[in-house]
């Protein structure tokens, strides 16, 4: 279940030819465009500024390591060689800030599921096809305070955050299922509305508080790994032995159990493992025998579920998504989904999701310092580097 070292991958003249992520982007968008119409707003004939462009340049601002602001982003915009290839005309400050208002997701969204499915393939249907497992998980994002939408009371103090709700592909590193919304909004609300039958899940010990939700996933054929809290109330109805292999992954024990006390008992019967780890014991169920999933798989799955955490941290970090080149919810959640797709696109030309030094090489291309040979060959010796640390 280990994940497997991406292959080498060799340059080409079509490789070449597509390095141009913002076209590739533009591309992609027209496609979508005739799954999903845009507002008609968008075919008066006195706007100036058109939807492509406006993605376009809001993209690119994302890639490109001067661009900070959305006053740098516009002035951008009055170059010629941006004009040419992202954006056709300049753009006011005005006309980017009203955009954000009258501009549909859902676009964005088709972009992102068709570039998931590119990049990460869903399993072929069948009783024998292996599941794939994906992380779930939400993390917050500090907005600006002019984002009243956003506004929710934390700790007494009023927070400005929006909150992305992701679900992970284990092996590729990939997210497959994405949703924004307001910083309040509940993490497992959110996971009802994105698991599908099939699916195999992990998530942390906050998932785990809903016992119900487990009764939902499993009517629904979705097999899970959650964490529970030290406080779950846990029934033991049959203990169950261990092997060699379980105890080498720090398995202590592992039972068929109900969940839950008195009046808020699940009545599914599940399975429990508890794995030792150096700083404590976790408690961790699923809904899958031992023939299905070994309680040391259960203990691996686990310990992968922190592949989530880190993309959090890569799109927070590395894409630049702790500034924001917007000034509403709207605004923020555009440059989130953006931010998806850029991750994404990358991944499919990298062959991974590029670290800070392939970052570098990436916006050094783009911004002309480095030619496309150059990028590749510094990408190919940063995969090498990663591989032999792996």
């Known amino acids: 279940m280990a994940q497997e070292p ?3 991958i060799e340059l080409t003249e079509k490789d070449l030819s597509r390095w141009r992520l913002v076209e590739d982007f533009q591309r992609r968008l027209a496609q979508a465009a005739q799954v999903q119409k845009l507002a008609p707003t968008w075919s008066d004939p006195q706007r100036k500024l058109d939807a492509s462009s406006y993605w376009s340049l809001f993209f690119m601002g994302l890639l490109n390591p001067v661009v900070r602001t959305m006053r740098g982003l516009c002035a951008a915009g009055k170059l010629r060689r941006v004009q040419q290839e992202v954006c ?14 009258v501009l549909d997701p859902k676009l964005l969204r088709e972009v992102f599921g068709q570039l998931s499915r590119e990049v990460c393939p869903p399993p072929e249907a069948g009783a024998k096809a ?8 939400g993390s917050l994002f500090a907005a ?6 956003c506004l929710w009371r934390r700790q007494g103090k009023a927070q400005s955050q929006v909150r992305l709700h992701l679900s992970l592909d284990r092996e590729r590193d990939c997210p497959v299922r994405a949703a924004i919304t307001p910083g309040k909004s509940c993490e497992r609300a959110a ?3 994105q698991f599908q039958r099939g699916d195999g899940y992990i998530a942390d010990r906050y998932y785990g508080e809903d016992y119900q939700l487990f ?7 979705v097999a899970f790994v959650v964490r529970l809290r030290d406080q779950a109330v846990v029934t033991v109805l049959e203990e169950l032995p261990l092997t060699p292999a379980d105890r080498q992954a720090q398995v202590l024990r592992q039972a068929w159990v109900h969940l839950g006390g008195k009046g808020h008992r699940l009545d599914k019967r599940l399975r429990v493992v508890w794995v030792q780890t150096p700083k404590e014991v976790l408690i961790l169920v699923t809904n899958l025998g031992p023939a299905e999933l070994s309680a040391a798989e259960v203990a691996l799955l686990y ?3 922190w592949q989530i955490e880190l993309f959090f941290r890569w799109v927070k970090c590395i894409l630049g998504c702790r500034h924001w080149l ?21 991944q499919l030309y990298t062959g991974q999701a590029p670290n800070r030094r392939m970052m570098e090489l990436i916006q050094f291309y783009l911004l002309g310092v480095a030619t496309l040979e150059e990028l590749w060959a510094g990408l190919e010796r940063e995969r090498e580097r990663v591989q032999k640390k792996s």
Not at 90 to 95: E, M, N, P
Not at 334 to 341: F, P
């Open 6 to 8: 991406s292959a080498k």
């Open 88 to 101: 056709r005309r300049s753009v006011s400050l005005g006309s980017f800030s009203e955009a954000q208002a």
């Open 130 to 137: 292996p599941r794939r497992w994906l992380a779930q998980d």
């Open 144 to 149: 600006l305070p002019r984002m009243y939408g």
């Open 191 to 193: 996971w009802r509305k």
């Open 215 to 221: 009764g939902e996933l499993d009517q629904a054929g």
């Open 303 to 305: 310990q992968q579920r």
């Open 326 to 346: 917007a000034e509403s919810p709207e605004g923020v959640a555009l440059q989130i989904h953006l931010a998806l797709i850029a991750a994404l696109l990358l």
